[in-house]
């Protein structure tokens, strides 16, 4: 199995910018496409972006062209510049390793303790 650790969150004022970072116990992410969601409070863990192993990328609509998702292979990591930052973005984000058909992302049931993203006004 898997493990996954997210780095990165703290508090940031609305408008600013975050990069949040994911890594696992087996050091590369190899031919797995990896996942980044969030979870806000009171509601449920929700996709936000995924990127293939190709770099393929895919995002829901009210973070695309705020937030980018890349893969690192120097530093086997995939990262998530989370920039524009609104007031509804706090939540805990996290990563999951798992499988992809197109952009469609399958997770797997690895999850990390996840990061806090917390934006203020």
């Known amino acids: 199995q898997v493990h996954v650790m997210e780095s990165g969150g703290g508090l940031v004022q609305a408008g600013g910018s975050l990069r949040l970072s994911c890594t696992t116990s087996?050091?590369?992410?190899?031919?797995?496409?990896v996942g980044w969601y969030r979870q806000g409070p009171g509601e449920q863990r929700e996709l936000i972006a995924m990127?293939?192993?190709?770099?393929?990328?895919d995002y829901k609509h009210f973070v695309k062209g705020r937030f980018t998702v890349s893969r690192d292979n120097a530093k086997n990591t995939v990262d998530l510049q989370m920039n524009n930052l609104r007031l509804e973005d706090t939540a805990v984000y996290y990563c999951n390793v798992g499988t992809n058909r197109g952009v469609y992302f399958y997770p797997s049931h690895s999850w990390g303790q996840g990061t806090q993203v917390t934006v203020s006004s």
């Open positions: 990127i293939t192993s190709d770099g393929t990328t």
């Open positions: 087996r050091g590369t992410f190899g031919l797995n496409a």
